[in-house]
């Protein structure tokens, strides 16, 4: 059986029944007499069954009308709760964000954008995944995250990717390679000559790279593949060979022991943005946050 019972028929109800008098339970409301007996006979007719005896003297409550008032505030508190958590998720005092990064991304945007948010909207959960970009775009098809943060990639054609920046490439060496000695650029061409440490095949750098290489007609093949910056940052200290890195990927590895050189000839430059799931709304927590990346983002990676 569908009950059709309304927050307002449960405030008329615990009305009549703390006052027992519907005249004086109707002032209380705001109501006309008959108004609050409309709303009394539509819970009657919902729970079907009488809640009041009523003679032109008294009124007191039926063995129904006992059974209901033992819950009617509980039923009330856990209406008002729920549309409280509802509206806080609408206006963006709570609910939850979840975020896919790389995990150049999440070292050195992902931490000022959490805490700048979380200024704003202390009681939002969030959460974050710094993985490769091939699983960052799965975990957003999965609706597993509410988008992700990393370089863009064609082969996603069912997700929209929104472009924030762009991220220029630079060669790390150590301090005792030739191509240290200069101050300037290092022409990508120059550098196929020394043994490089690359990220895997299934990273968007190691892609860059290999269409950059494909661009001057030649092939490239590093002599190290591994998937943690920081292996390529103690390999290049230690002279084991030259990377070509994203800017912020560098970032991360740091300038201990290693010259930091741009790159040309040409010059690689990866698009960072946001992937999200089409036709699928955002949260108002998830609006808020993709609105404070879209105007952060280029002064925290200038």
Same mark, same amino acid.
């Given at each position: 059986?569908?009950?059709?019972?309304?927050?307002?028929?449960?405030?008329?109800?615990?009305?009549?029944?703390?006052?027992?008098?519907?005249?004086?339970?109707?002032?209380?409301?705001?109501?006309?007499?008959?108004?609050?007996?409309?709303?009394?006979?539509?819970?009657?007719?919902?729970?079907?069954?009488?809640?009041?005896?009523?003679?032109?003297?008294?009124?007191?409550?039926?063995?129904?009308?006992?059974?209901?008032?033992?819950?009617?505030?509980?039923?009330?508190?856990?209406?008002?709760?729920?549309?409280?958590?509802?509206?806080?998720?609408?206006?963006?005092?709570?609910?939850?964000?979840?975020?896919?990064?790389?995990?150049?991304?999440?070292?050195?945007?992902?931490?000022?954008?959490?805490?700048?948010?979380?200024?704003?909207?202390?009681?939002?959960?969030?959460?974050?995944?710094?993985?490769?970009?091939?699983?960052?775009?799965?975990?957003?098809?999965?609706?597993?995250?509410?988008?992700?943060?990393?370089?863009?990639?064609?082969?996603?054609?069912?997700?929209?990717?929104?472009?924030?920046?762009?991220?220029?490439?630079?060669?790390?060496?150590?301090?005792?390679?030739?191509?240290?000695?200069?101050?300037?650029?290092?022409?990508?061409?120059?550098?196929?000559?020394?043994?490089?440490?690359?990220?895997?095949?299934?990273?968007?750098?190691?892609?860059?790279?290999?269409?950059?290489?494909?661009?001057?007609?030649?092939?490239?093949?590093?002599?190290?593949?591994?998937?943690?910056?920081?292996?390529?940052?103690?390999?290049?200290?230690?002279?084991?060979?030259?990377?070509?890195?994203?800017?912020?990927?560098?970032?991360?590895?740091?300038?201990?022991?290693?010259?930091?050189?741009?790159?040309?000839?040409?010059?690689?430059?990866?698009?960072?943005? &946001?992937?999200?799931?089409?036709?699928?709304?955002?949260?108002?927590?998830?609006?808020?946050? &993709?609105?404070?990346?879209?105007?952060?983002?280029?002064?925290?990676?200038?």
């Amino acid at each position: 059986m569908e009950i059709n019972i309304s927050a307002r028929d449960i405030r008329a109800f615990l009305a009549v029944v703390n006052d027992l008098s519907f005249s004086q339970a109707a002032q209380k409301m705001h109501l006309s007499q008959s108004a609050l007996s409309t709303l009394i006979g539509r819970l009657e007719e919902a729970v079907g069954a009488r809640l009041f005896h009523r003679t032109t003297r008294t009124v007191t409550l039926t063995a129904a009308g006992e059974a209901l008032a033992a819950y009617a505030d509980q039923l009330l508190s856990d209406i008002e709760r729920a549309v409280t958590a509802v509206r806080d998720i609408a206006e963006v005092r709570r609910g939850r964000v979840a975020i896919a990064a790389l995990p150049s991304l999440a070292a050195r945007i992902i931490p000022r954008l959490f805490r700048a948010y979380g200024e704003k909207y202390p009681d939002v959960r969030l959460s974050l995944i710094d993985t490769l970009s091939m699983p960052a775009f799965e975990l957003v098809r999965e609706g597993r995250v509410d988008f992700a943060l990393t370089a863009a990639n064609p082969a996603y054609t069912d997700l929209d990717y929104l472009p924030l920046t762009t991220d220029s490439f630079v060669l790390l060496m150590a301090r005792s390679h030739p191509l240290a000695r200069g101050r300037g650029a290092v022409r990508f061409t120059d550098t196929l000559s020394s043994p490089h440490i690359s990220m895997s095949r299934h990273t968007s750098v190691r892609q860059y790279l290999d269409a950059a290489a494909l661009q001057r007609g030649v092939g490239f093949y590093p002599a190290f593949e591994v998937d943690h910056l920081a292996t390529i940052g103690a390999m290049v200290r230690e002279g084991l060979g030259v990377s070509a890195l994203p800017a912020m990927a560098a970032d991360v590895i740091g300038a201990t022991g290693i010259v930091r050189r741009p790159l040309v000839d040409p010059a690689i430059r990866r698009s960072i943005g &946001l992937v999200m799931r089409r036709a699928v709304p955002l949260s108002a927590a998830s609006e808020s946050m &993709l609105a404070l990346l879209r105007q952060q983002v280029p002064d925290w990676v200038s």
